[in-house]
């Protein structure tokens, strides 16, 4: 490989010295913006990740409760998970949903697209809100053990502001919504569940 550059970086090579079904490290011989040499690792995701903020006629949404092992600890969350690059994200946030909480839904509303760690990923989310729910099939992936509780927004909301619900992507799509409901950027029938009067 030749020499390539990168804004003010430049790659002098490229190899992988992770790589399993869900993601691959990459690492890269590299002069770095002061002219010293370093290498830079980069985390390059096989799917992309999906998140789904389910929300019933009562103002209700749906969290799920699971052990994380890169932390090992417990996690409440949003509905998440991969979604392959060749399935639509829409496609891959009503598999997730169903998957994890049982939930079908007959609409899902953009909320948002977000680059989760822009220094040592490439990971890229897709985030929802999910409208006209009905009961569907619950089908964890096998390497899940999941938890599902049903709350009201308001008391989600006040897990994230107050720290107790730490995932990122959750607090990302939680306070997205509520900032998006406040300002008139949902629909009204969304809204009114999430900033009620």
């Known amino acids: 490989m030749s ?3 990168r804004g003010p970086w430049t790659v002098h090579g490229e190899s992988v010295s992770f790589d399993n079904p869900w993601l691959a490290v990459h690492e890269y011989p590299v002069t770095m913006p002061s002219g010293d040499p370093g290498r830079y690792g980069v985390v ?3 799917n992309r990740a999906i998140g789904v903020l389910p929300l019933d006629e009562e103002g209700y ?7 994380r092992f890169p932390f090992d600890a417990y996690s409440w969350e949003l ?4 979604g392959p690059l060749d399935e639509e994200p829409e496609a891959a946030a009503l598999r997730e949903l169903e998957e994890e909480t049982g939930l079908k839904a007959e609409k899902l509303t953009p909320i948002g697209s977000w680059q ?3 220094s040592v990923t490439d990971e890229i989310s897709f985030a929802y809100i999910a409208t006209g729910l009905s009961s569907g099939e619950f089908a964890p992936d096998p390497t899940e053990v999941l938890e ?5 927004f308001a008391e989600l909301l006040d897990l994230v502001i107050s720290g107790e619900i730490t995932d990122a992507f959750t607090v990302l799509m939680v306070q997205t919504a509520y900032i ?3 300002r008139g950027l949902l629909p ?10």
């Open 79 to 82: 509905p998440e998970g991969g």
């Open 180 to 182: 998006r409901a406040q």
């Open 3 to 5: 020499d390539v550059k």
């Open 61 to 67: 949404t749906w969290i799920v409760g699971q052990h």
């Open 44 to 46: 390059h995701f096989k």
């Open 188 to 197: 009204p029938e969304i809204s009114r569940h999430i900033v009620p009067g």
């Open 148 to 152: 599902i509780k049903r709350l009201p």
């Open 116 to 118: 989760l760690s822009n």
